[in-house]
């Protein structure tokens, strides 16, 4: 069984600050994680992904994130947001090797104010 | 490289009738995924495809059928449609690996009165 939980529904950051989502699993299995954005009315895009490679991660617009099996977290982070990142993001679980089933925690809507 | 292409983008039906949705995945992609995403629920994974088998399937009711031709597009359908089933499905595609990840499509934003 796997499950994914972003901790916070919502996240607001001034343009040029340093944004940080979070995100705990728990996996039964040697997990593959990634990290999605939606903008308004579309669909999902891909930001990075961990899949038992090196921990941190580097993804597109200068997202990173880093795996930490003892805390079982795997947090998003930028060091400087810019009006272009506000969208929901999504954190992602699944079993690692074959493409099975993605799982997703309930989305965090990033809001940029200028 | 074409992205994966979900049609229509929009679609209204009533209570009662049925509908099917289309997904073209990316060339070369032998995996097709269907999740449904709605404001109560969030994101949730309908079933998957590969090379024309059923691999994996979620937690909906039966009248949630799909298939997946020989060119690895994709088609799902809901019959008997209910108010709960307005959503936005999206399509995702991938190479069969999950190291790969998944591409996703625009989505098909099902509206049923």
């Known amino acids: 069984a796997q499950s994914v939980t972003q901790l916070d529904s919502h996240v607001s950051v001034s343009e040029g600050t340093p944004v940080l989502l979070r995100c705990n699993y728990s996996?039964?299995?040697?997990?593959?994680l990634f990290w999605y954005v939606q903008h308004p009315n579309k669909g999902l895009q891909l930001l990075l992904k961990?899949?038992?490679?090196?921990?941190l991660v580097k993804g597109i617009n200068g997202f990173e994130a880093e795996f930490k099996k003892s805390e079982t977290s795997f947090h998003l982070t930028k060091p400087s947001a810019h009006m272009s990142d506000a969208a929901e993001y999504f954190c992602v679980v699944s079993p690692s090797g074959s493409a099975r089933q993605l799982t997703f925690g309930s989305g965090t809507q990033l809001t940029v104010l200028p | 490289k074409a992205g994966v292409t979900q049609t229509p983008r929009y679609l209204i039906k009533t209570r009662g009738q049925q509908v099917t949705l289309s997904c073209s995945p990316i060339?070369?992609?032998?995996?097709v995924s269907w999740y449904q995403q709605t404001p109560g629920q969030g994101l949730q994974f309908l079933f998957e495809?590969?090379?024309?088998?059923?691999?994996n399937k979620g937690n909906f009711p039966g009248r949630f059928s799909g298939r997946q031709f020989s060119n690895s597009r994709s088609e799902m359908n809901v019959s008997t449609l209910e108010l709960g089933d307005s959503a936005l499905y999206l399509c995702?595609?991938?190479?069969?690996?999950?190291?790969?990840?998944?591409?996703f499509g625009s989505g098909t934003r099902l509206t049923v009165v």
């Open positions: 060339s070369g992609h032998r995996s």
């Open positions: 996996s039964s299995y040697s997990p593959s």
């Open positions: 961990y899949t038992s490679a090196a921990t």
């Open positions: 995702a595609s991938s190479l069969g690996n999950i190291d790969y990840g998944y591409t």
């Open positions: 495809y590969f090379s024309e088998t059923q691999r």
